[in-house]
């Protein structure tokens, strides 16, 4: 495989993709990175699968613009409900992100785990045919209403967030769940919250190392590394950047485009 110096493409709803973006950065640090965060349109959950596809078509346009050689959907809802279009729509590779079901499945002793996704997940026909795979293990299913919206607006240590987290824990505690899986690329920046409240015994999963190596997989069969070493990742954002440049501890420039 010829090397490919051109940038991989990631995008999300908002700031939450970042999580995917540390995950590549981490595993391929000489890949140039652009990620875009269409904040603007937080959180994808509430839209509906018409609007979703047209959003990613529309972040994947925009990247593709910028001769992106793959493009990472660093978003659950728009993976579950837009990757099968975006793969018809565009030759070059579309790795997805769909919460870490199998896992956790796996790896459970008490056959009961809790996902905790936005409303676009979790009804989307794709993780229904994920979840219909595990007719064994008790599967406990929460929409995080409001959580992405109170990570854009970088209020992740709000008392309105620990409220709202513990409402949504507390019922899968009971539950006996041993494994909870975050389903929402946001959601990763609430661990430190999360485990405030999860007795220890309760493993959290994420999918930012499954798609790293997802990443890694199809460059090397597919597409080919890049030559050059430890690119600078671009942001760009169509939002006020002060979160995003905060989420990134303001070690990158943030670029606000109209978008």
């Given at each position: 495989?010829?090397?490919?110096?051109?940038?991989i493409?990631?995008?999300?709803?908002?700031?939450?993709g970042?999580?995917?973006?540390k995950?590549?950065?981490?595993?391929?640090?000489?890949?140039?990175?652009i990620y875009?965060a269409?904040?603007?349109?937080?959180?994808?959950?509430?839209?509906?699968?018409?609007?979703?596809?047209?959003?990613?078509?529309?972040n994947?346009?925009?990247?593709?613009?910028?001769?992106?050689k793959?493009?990472v959907?660093?978003?659950?809802?728009?993976?579950?409900?837009?990757?099968?279009?975006?793969?018809a729509?565009?030759?070059?590779?579309?790795?997805g992100?769909?919460?870490a079901?199998?896992?956790?499945?796996?790896?459970?002793?008490?056959?009961?785990?809790?996902?905790?996704?936005?409303?676009?997940?979790l009804?989307?026909?794709l993780f229904?045919?994920?979840?219909?795979?595990?007719?064994?293990?008790k599967?406990?299913?929460?929409?995080?209403?409001?959580?992405?919206?109170?990570i854009?607006?970088?209020?992740?240590?709000?008392?309105?967030?620990?409220?709202?987290?513990?409402?949504?824990?507390?019922?899968m505690?009971?539950?006996?769940?041993?494994?909870?899986?975050?389903?929402?690329?946001h959601?990763?920046?609430?661990?430190?919250?999360i485990?405030?409240?999860?007795?220890?015994?309760?493993?959290?999963?994420?999918?930012?190392?499954?798609?790293?190596?997802?990443?890694?997989n199809?460059?090397r069969?597919?597409?080919?590394?890049?030559?050059?070493?430890?690119?600078?990742?671009?942001?760009?954002?169509?939002?006020?950047?002060?979160?995003?440049?905060?989420?990134?501890e303001n070690?990158?420039?943030?670029?606000?485009?109209?978008?």
């Amino acid at each position: 495989m010829n090397s490919n110096n051109q940038p991989i493409g990631i995008f999300d709803s908002g700031i939450g993709g970042t999580s995917i973006w540390k995950a590549i950065h981490q595993l391929l640090p000489n890949e140039k990175t652009i990620y875009l965060a269409d904040s603007k349109n937080a959180p994808y959950g509430q839209k509906s699968k018409q609007e979703i596809i047209a959003l990613s078509m529309k972040n994947t346009d925009f990247l593709l613009e910028m001769n992106c050689k793959l493009i990472v959907v660093a978003c659950n809802t728009a993976t579950t409900n837009a990757i099968q279009e975006l793969r018809a729509k565009y030759d070059v590779p579309i790795i997805g992100i769909e919460p870490a079901i199998k896992p956790a499945v796996t790896h459970s002793k008490t056959q009961i785990i809790g996902i905790l996704a936005t409303k676009g997940t979790l009804n989307s026909e794709l993780f229904n045919k994920t979840t219909e795979k595990y007719q064994d293990t008790k599967i406990i299913e929460q929409v995080g209403h409001g959580l992405v919206q109170l990570i854009e607006n970088g209020d992740i240590d709000s008392p309105e967030m620990t409220e709202l987290l513990h409402s949504y824990l507390t019922p899968m505690i009971e539950a006996n769940i041993d494994y909870l899986v975050l389903g929402c690329s946001h959601y990763p920046y609430l661990i430190p919250q999360i485990k405030k409240i999860l007795p220890e015994h309760i493993q959290i999963i994420d999918s930012g190392e499954a798609v790293a190596k997802q990443t890694r997989n199809i460059l090397r069969d597919k597409v080919g590394f890049s030559s050059a070493e430890n690119s600078e990742p671009v942001f760009y954002t169509n939002t006020n950047p002060k979160v995003l440049t905060e989420i990134l501890e303001n070690k990158y420039l943030v670029e606000e485009i109209a978008f």
